[in-house]
């Protein structure tokens, strides 16, 4: 099992090595620059000339990528805001606490939506009430986030004045984006533990349980959510590192200051630092839930650890 996590965090670091490669890349590839962007039309080419050295920006592509990657591994430096001068660790520091609390509270509830409509239609399988619940969870997954966003801000906060539009001043800014984020994650984590249950339900060390005389109850804590769960963990881990990494359409429309809405200021400002080190934040996050995931199934199914080593 050592052996496979080494191999792992090598792997990680490799693979931000690769996303800061190709980030940088792309975003040089793009037309206009941060000098334009700052400058506005109106500069004339000698001003913009001289901002792009000021910034840097007249240098070659592989000399600036060198000086980026040698400040990062070397001093652990994202270098500076091209728009605000500000450190971007700085940055990223004061939005990524934003992002972990609506992160935490959409996999939350996701969670318990998605558990309590799959199990309820696993243990109703082939009832009308298994046919709702399923397409309840089809509903929500088809549904695109940026149009639940908007009924949900048009029903709860514009018509019905329940809950505010947009901000995070109080615990009730959180509900909105937090369901919205929630609800396809909730549909395939239901329709996951349906089909797991379903097939756990089969097996033969279920049917001895019942012939043991255990409780229908005791056999679905004990002996059947256990096995059941192995694959949700991963979507699990899969969909709370793509949350972390930054719900763009949702921070946007909810005006919640998180990393997604940061990195989506930093692209029309072609702040090159911050969208390079949203991006590597981003990627960290996703790569080490990914790695968290490898080692809960490894105690969830201790063969998963023995095949690793």
Known sequence: MARHLARRVAGTILSLLVVSLITYIALMAVPGDAATA?????????????????????QPLPVRYGTFLANLLLRGDLGRSFVSNKPVSDLLLERLPYTFILALAAITLATALGMLVGVGAALRAGTLSDTLLMGSAALGLAVPTFWSALLFMMLFSLQLHWLPVVGADSWRHLILPALTLALPTAAVIARLVRSSLLDTFGADYVRTAY?????????L?????????IPVVTVLGLHLGYLLGGAFVVETIFGWPGLGRLAVQAIFDRDYPVILGATLTMALIYLTINLVVDVAQGWLDPQVAHEAV
């Not at 400058?39 to 920006?57: D, Y």
């Not at 804590?221 to 769960?229: D, K, P, Y």
């Open 211 to 219: 012939a043991k005389g255990l409780s229908a109850r005791r056999v």
């Open 38 to 58: 700052m400058a506005g039309e109106s500069a004339s080419t000698e001003q913009l000339q001289a901002l792009r050295t000021e910034l840097g920006l007249d």
């Open 221 to 229: 804590t004990r002996h059947v959510l256990r096995n059941s769960l």
